[in-house]
Every structure is written in C-alpha cells, then in structure tokens.
C-alpha cells in the first residue's frame, strides 16, 4: 500500500481548528521560486529534491525533502509564506513539524544513523527572509512517531485498497445504460476507451445530440483497470454540463445490476457551498471551522461509505451530521474520490486543487474536458487581473489610521504612473488606453506593503469584506506581474479623475495550462465546436502528439435548409444599409414557414436596429430581445418564450447567454438567422492579439479573428437540430460565407446527406499537423 508522506500526514497528523484567515498564501509558482531562491543559497554539496522512501507497519512510503545538506547531516523542509510568521497556526506547523520528523525518519531507517538535524525553514517570497527552527532527533524516537502515523492511517489504507479491487472489479464489467448506442456513440466511446489506455491527447469533435456525457464517462471508466489509472476527472465550463455529469452518472449506477462501488464527488464554488457565508473561515469565528480535524475523521468516514452521489446536497447533509463545514469536507473528499465533478478551474487556476493532489500523490489520471472550446477563454480569465485606483480610493475613506500610510503610497504611485504614462488625463476626462511595454515595476513594493498591512490588521479584527476585496485584488496582481511575458499583455485605462485601470490581460494561456495538462495520464478534449484542432492545441498549450478527430453526426443534412444571404455586408460600415435586407429576409422565412426562431447580431447595439427595421415592416410578428446583464429569471423567461405552440422571433446576441448551452427541440425552435461572422472588434487591443499570435503560431488573423467568429456561429446555428426528429434552417447573412476559407469552418454535415457519405469520412484519430 504506497502512501506519500505528505498525505500520511495531512491524514493522520492534523488537529484543531481549521484556519483559513485572510493570509496571502503564497501562488505555486511564488512557491517554486521561493524554494529555489533558499535551496541556491545552500553550499555546494547540498542535495536538492532530496528523494526518500521505506516501508513503515506495512505501508509503502515515499517524498522528497526539500533538501539535505551531508555535511551537517541536516534534512530541510521549506515552507513559503508571506507577511508575519506568527498567522501561521499551531496546527498547522505542527502539521509541517510532522511531515519533517517522518522524512528524517525515513532517512535514519534508510542510512542506518542514529540521529538527524532537523530545519523547518520558513521563507518570506515578500521580504526573501528565513526563519529557521532546527532540532536533533534520535531515530529511534523518529520511527516511534512514524510508526504510530502509519498505524492510524493504515486501516483506512486497507479499506481503500480493498475499496479499489471492487471499483475496478466492477469497472471492466460495466454496463452501458442503454440497449444500444446512438449514431456515432458508439465511434466516440471507442475512441475514448482506446486514448484512455495509450494514455495519449485526443481532441474529440462530436456534435451535439450524440450523447457526449454518456459516450465519454462510460469507456473512461470502463478503461480505468486496464490504464492503471487512479482517479478520472470530468470537467466543464458551465454549471448545466456538470448536472449533466451528474445524471449520466447516475443512469450508470442506476443501470448495474449491482450496487456499483464508485465513489463521485461534486466540486462546487465556496459561494454555492459555504453555509456561514458572514464568518471567517477559522475557529474563533465560525463554529463548522472550531474542532475541524478532530471531527473529520468520523465525517470521511460517513462520505467514503456513503452509497450515492456525494453531491453539494448530500455533503451538506452529512456536513451537517458532523457540524463540520461542507466546502472543505468536499475538498477533503476529493483525496479519496474515484471520479470528481467540477470546473475546469479546478485542475487549471493558479490554485488549482486537482492538479495540486494530483502532483502531490503522484496520480496516474484520466482527464476529460467538456466543452473544450470555451477553455481558451476561460484560461485567459484565469491569468488576468485588473487594478482599479477606484477601488483603492472608496476603501481608503473609510480605512482604519494604522491602514492609511500603505494606502497612500499605493495612492501616490498610482498618480505618478498615470503622470508619466498619460499625462493629458490630469485635464481631460475621456477615456484613454495605453498598452504598456512591461509592468510598473515602481507600483509593485507598494502593492505588496499594502497586502501585508491589510493581513495584518484582518487577522485580529472582524472580516471586511471591502478590505478583503482589496487585498486579494493587490495581491492577484503582484502575482502574475511576478510571471509577466510575452503570453500577457498589460494595459493603462483613465476615465477622469480617480477612475484608472490597470489590466494583465493574459493572451496565450498555452504557457500557464502546459504543465496541467502534462500531469495527466490521458486526457479528451471534446465539444461540438473543435475546428481546427491546431488552433486549439496551440493556445491551450497541448502537446505536439496531440491528436484530433471527428466523430459522425447524427443528424442528415436533409433535417437543415441552409441558406446564405450573400447579397448582404455586415461589416461595420455597411451595417444601416444591410437592416432592410434582413428585415425582408426575417419576413420571408417566417410567412414561408411561421414559428419560433432566433436570430443572431453582432452587438446590441445592432440587434436593436435589426428588431425595429423587423417590426416596422412586419408589425404583426411576436419579437421578444435578449437585454445587457440579463439575471436567472429574465434569461428563463426569455427561453420559456419558445414553446411547442408559439411563434415569434427571439433576438440574441452572439457568443451570449443564448449562442450555446440551451436545448429548444422540435417546434420550439425551427430556425435561426446569424447575420454576422462573429469577429472580434478591428481594435487596437485585437490588433495586438494578433501581432503577438502570428508572432508565436504564424496565425495571427485567423487565431484572433477567424476561428473564434466562426466558432460562435456554429454553436449558436446547433441549437437548431437537437435531436434526429427535427426540421429547420439556418440563414447565414453575410456576403464572406460564400468564402472557401469560412465555409470549410462550417460543419459539413450541413451540406452532405448521409447516404452519400464516404465509409472513411470519419477516419480514426490523426496527429495535427506542426506549424
């Protein structure tokens, strides 16, 4: 039974209260360096990384120490932190005192001395200072201690051992839910099972309607046993996808004739989790943090044992059993969980948790990426961060005296920067940009004072949540302005006075995703939209083996009239003249054929100008417009305008709320009208984008422009046909569909009825091909 010694400890190790005060903890990449910034101040003979492993009450363990220093015969754990040393609480260096003893343990056992210099070294990435306790320990009371580590954590060991025999038992004899698969499931479930076992890349586009969830979680699972793999990891972009998740999975179970011995957990937010969202998160203030790890243990054991779906709802429930806090059972949970649920956040964000358990236990891992098209962007949020001085200023009037003096200095370098960087903004209160060559280096120290201060005076006084705000929005910054490259751009905003803005818009997410994805043991990419692959391989940093493929639809081109508007520019300046063609258009199509539709802009701006030409040529058709800031319920109410007795067309803006992720079957939706190519602005921020993209890829136009308009225009004309009963058509308004370029963008089944189809129109999986 392998264990590392982290987890042993994390396990068997941790007491108290859980403490999760406002403390900057340190990024991992801050981490890194800071480790590496202590290990080269070390002598020459000192080992780095230094390797350790040996069999303790039956159980196989290994980790690596920090580092090792021979002469001394010192072994050195470091921990980074930032700001005052004292934050750091008892538990939890006791817990870091732990994991140190039990390398030192192992060091003895291993080289036959009888004692150790032990140095828990705590490093400040702020200051670059260390704080180094030491302590000598004999091995025998080393191994005493490790011992009685192993023997608390070795019945759970057992139980999960035994507990994996029966998952995989159960794995390879899984039945499928369903007496036969839908067109091109089944293609798309072999693909699926045959990348699990290689351990390969594989991007899958497969339309909607296959079946997606069932046709990718089923042979993932099923090749689990056979891949050696250890946990998989189903991930979406949006909240519908992982309920989604949630109920394929528990069709599977529902589907066995067994009970089946897999142990699902859902990740949600903390905002969706927390239930004393007005506490801090630590003993003093909240009641489910006082006592944490003392009543964990019994509360894991209810969830390991427990036979459903351990979702928010029933974590909540045994949460609430044991009066602990159901967001960090749920973090516990997923140490022990088979499959896991959640945001692509949670492997790819700079805290990630997945990745980090998935480092730290060395886990072979199966990752699977729902609506893989929508990651570029999300990534690209993941590692930007803006800095508004406004936020600074409103905060500052009612900070406490100690907080005003950092606050000014922050004040002062924010007027300075916008002095020497634009300096009309003094007399003018327009808007201004100015995209900077490199990060204001200046700003930075007084950023970082600020965070100190505002940890400091948060640790002894009640939550602000203002102050909080603040910090984390300081402290977001420092962080990626420590990583700035090419892959990120920085921008300067000025509305007036008081009102600038400071923006690290991240541009190529491949450089901070690569390393995710290189802790996978296989990993699927899949959407309806993956066209072309290299553009998605590129930017989200996959490996150059990566491979791609197309899965049959299951629809005939014979469900879609695909029309194209080819007499009609939408570009910018040809936009007022094009609204009394697409107003006759509109007219036609719905006297032809009355119904519900959604048509598709550019811009609200432009929806609005189409809506009114509409009505003022055809008052007597129901419109109804998609609004800015739409909340849940207006956005369900705009959807419920769609029903099977309805007509009247609905009014959206592409690449919103309405442009994917909704499913109108059958009458409710019989046709749409895209009257633009979905481009991006012709800015100077795009222009940069592009710059930067041909730089790197040598597809500048076509990775900024092209591929994600036309993305946007393929989602938003699929939620037409949804099943293989529906009839409909598609208007596509603009005179560039005619283009080869765009049109090999566009699905091809569109175009291809099915009996003509090619056998090899679906090959198997090809490698892309290298820039």
Same mark, same amino acid.
């Given at each position: ?110 080289? =036959? ?12 990435? =702020? ?31 057992? +139980? ?48 909607? =309607? ?47 004739? !067994? ?163 634009? *300096? ?47 910090m984390f929005e300081c402290l977001a910054f420092t962080r990626l302005a420590e990583v700035f490259g090419d892959h ?20 190529? *997410? ?77 007219? +036609?199509?719905?006297?032809?054929? *009355? ?41 369900? !109410?705009?959807?419920?305008? @769609? ?29 749409? @009208? ?36 036309? +993305?946007?225009v393929t989602q938003a004309a699929g939620r037409v046909i949804r099943t293989p009963e529906d009839r409909g058509v ?20 569109? @175009? ?10 679906? *090959?198997?999986? !090809? ?5």
């Amino acid at each position: 039974m392998r264990v590392a010694v982290r987890t042993l400890c994390e396990f068997a190790a941790r007491r108290g209260d859980l403490d999760h005060r406002y403390t900057p903890a340190p990024s991992s990449e801050e981490g890194i360096a800071g480790h590496g910034k202590v290990q080269a101040r070390r002598g020459p003979d000192y080992q780095r990384e230094f390797a350790l492993a040996g069999e303790c009450a039956g159980l196989q363990l290994s980790g690596r120490a920090d580092g090792y220093a021979p002469l001394a015969n010192r072994i050195e754990e470091i921990k980074t932190h930032r700001g005052d040393l004292a934050r750091i609480s008892e538990p939890q260096r006791a817990l870091h005192r732990a994991q140190l003893r039990a390398y030192g343990a192992l060091h003895c056992h291993t080289t =036959g001395k009888d004692s150790v210099e032990l140095a828990l070294v705590y490093f400040d990435v =702020g200051k670059e200072k260390e704080t180094v306790i030491k302590e000598s320990a004999s091995a025998d009371s080393l191994w005493q201690e490790l011992t009685e580590l192993c023997e608390a954590y070795r019945q759970w060991a057992q +139980q999960e051992e035994s507990h994996r025999r029966q998952r995989n038992q159960a794995l390879i004899a899984l039945k499928f839910p369903y007496g036969n698969f839908r067109v091109g499931q089944r293609q798309l479930s072999e693909t699926v099972y045959k990348n699990s076992l290689r351990g390969e890349t594989l991007m899958v586009q497969a339309p909607t =309607g296959l079946g997606k969830t069932l046709g990718t979680l089923f042979p993932a699972l099923m090749a689990m046993p056979k891949a050696g793999q250890d946990r998989l990891f189903y991930l979406t972009t949006r909240n519908p996808g992982r309920r989604l998740a949630l109920d394929s999975l528990q069709q599977l179970r529902d589907a066995q004739t !067994n009970a089946l011995p897999l142990r699902i957990l859902e990740l949600s937010a903390k905002d969706h989790a927390c239930e004393q969202p007005d506490k801090a998160c630590h003993g003093e203030s909240c009641p489910l943090a006082q006592g944490f790890f003392d009543r964990l243990p019994a509360a894991r054991q209810a969830a390991a044992d427990f036979e459903g779906i351990l979702t928010r709802e029933a974590l909540s429930r045994i949460a609430a059993e044991h009066t602990l806090c159901p967001y960090f059972l749920a973090q516990e949970m997923a140490r022990w969980s088979d499959l896991v649920v959640g945001d692509v956040n949670r492997m790819f964000d700079q805290h990630a948790l997945l990745h980090g358990l998935t480092r730290q236990n060395e886990w072979n891992i199966s990752l699977l990426v729902d609506e893989a098209h929508n990651l570029v962007d999300r990534a690209r949020g993941m590692y930007s961060v803006t800095l508004r001085q406004s936020r600074l200023l409103q905060v500052r009037r009612q900070a406490p005296a100690e907080l005003k003096g950092p606050m000014n200095r922050v004040a002062s370098q924010w007027r300075a920067l916008i002095r020497d960087a634009l *300096p009309e903004e003094q007399t003018s209160d327009r808007d201004q940009t100015q995209f900077l060559d490199s990060i204001p280096k200046a700003l930075l120290p007084s950023l970082n004072l600020l965070v100190s201060a505002i940890t400091d005076y948060l640790t002894e006084q009640p939550p602000d949540l203002a102050l909080q705000e603040l910090m984390f929005e300081c402290l977001a910054f420092t962080r990626l302005a420590e990583v700035f490259g090419d892959h990120s751009l920085c921008e300067l905003r000025t509305g007036g006075r008081g009102k600038a803005a400071l923006t690290i818009q991240n541009l190529i *997410p491949a450089d901070f995703l690569k390393p995710r994805f290189e802790a996978a043991g296989s990993t699927l990419l899949f959407s309806a939209t993956l066209s072309p692959g290299v553009y998605h391989r590129d930017l989200l940093g996959l490996p150059d083996s990566t491979c791609w493929q197309a899965i049959e639809s299951p629809f005939s081109a014979r469900q879609l009239q695909v029309q194209f508007a080819r007499h009609v520019s939408t570009r910018r300046q040809h936009r007022d003249s094009s609204l009394e063609p697409i107003a006759q258009i509109i007219t +036609q199509q719905y006297r032809q054929q *009355p119904g519900n539709y959604l048509a598709y802009f550019s811009s609200f701006a432009y929806l609005k100008a189409a809506m009114d030409a509409l009505q003022a040529r055809a008052a007597d058709i129901p419109v109804w417009q998609q609004h800015p800031d739409m909340g849940y319920e207006e956005r369900n !109410n705009f959807l419920d305008r @769609f029903t099977a007795d309805s007509r009247g067309v609905g009014f959206a803006v592409l690449g919103g709320a309405f442009g994917e992720g909704i499913d109108l079957p059958g009458k409710r939706l019989i046709g749409a @009208f895209v009257a633009t190519l979905g481009l991006p602005p012709f800015d100077a921020w795009h222009d940069i984008l592009k710059q930067r993209l041909h730089d790197r890829f040598g597809a500048g136009y076509e990775y900024t422009y092209l591929y994600p308009g036309l +993305q946007k225009v393929t989602q938003a004309a699929g939620r037409v046909i949804r099943t293989p009963e529906d009839r409909g058509v598609i208007w596509l308004i603009d005179d560039r569909y005619s283009q080869p370029q765009v049109r090999s963008l566009l699905p091809q089944w569109w @175009f291809e009825d099915m009996t003509n189809k090619d056998a090899n129109s679906n *090959p198997a999986p !090809n490698h892309l091909h290298k820039k």
